[in-house]
């Protein structure tokens, strides 16, 4: 089978360069087109985190997009998860005012914080933790901005409530515990990048914007 030398390495690359010229083009250039672009980068990234994966799951895949939509779908129309809030425009096609690309937002965030958390040598149960804690941590940074770029917004609250990461951490818990227990991984470089060059975009929006 034909293999890129370095894939993992390339990918990241590609990632670092979507994710400093997105933070630019949103503050300095154009930002109603680099905020409508983020579906297109989230497919990207998915499409990367599959390609460079080690141990592949169909079911995960699966299981995670409509665990996570279906979270979502409850959320939005009953304000029981994650409190009461609703989708903006710049997040792509909707199913039940719920964008499609959310469901693909799940598995990427769920992948690469499972395989970050997989990779420390603790006991399962504290690996299943400390991938919620990230999945979390990096929420923190996104909620400030979400609004901002019309991804969405809550109706009670200028951000999100606490709340939403209770909830949060609950939805993601039987994800993060099949991921951990089923011993899946994608790649670890991969992963890491993608964490951290997130976690860079969404810092730089949230005291920049």
Excluded at 37 to 45: E, G, S
Excluded at 48 to 62: E, G, T
Excluded at 105 to 127: E, M, P, Q
């Amino acid at each position: 089978m034909f293999r890129i030398k370095n894939l993992p390495v390339y990918s990241s690359l590609i990632i670092w360069t979507f994710q400093i010229f997105g933070a630019v083009g949103i503050l300095f250039w154009n930002s109603q087109w680099f905020i409508k672009m983020t579906p297109m980068c989230l497919i990207l990234y998915f499409l990367l985190l599959n390609i460079n994966n080690k141990k592949h799951s169909i079911f995960f895949l699966f299981m995670t997009f409509f665990w996570g939509f279906l979270s979502e779908i409850v959320g939005v129309h009953t304000g029981l998860i994650y409190g009461s809030y609703s989708y903006g425009n710049s997040l792509g096609i909707k199913i039940l005012n719920v964008p499609l690309i959310i469901g693909v937002n799940w598995i990427i965030t769920t992948a690469i914080c499972g395989t970050i958390a997989s990779k420390l040598r603790v006991r399962s149960h504290f690996k299943i933790l400390i991938a919620i804690l990230l999945m979390i941590f990096l929420d923190l940074f996104i909620e400030p901005v979400a609004p901002k770029i019309d991804m969405w917004s809550f109706s009670d609250y200028e951000s999100a409530p606490l709340s939403n990461y209770i909830t949060w951490a609950i939805v993601s818990l039987p994800l993060q515990f099949y991921f951990i227990i089923k011993k899946l991984e994608f790649n670890f470089t991969l992963a890491v990048n993608l964490y951290i060059s997130q976690l860079f975009f969404f810092m730089v929006l949230c005291f920049t914007l």
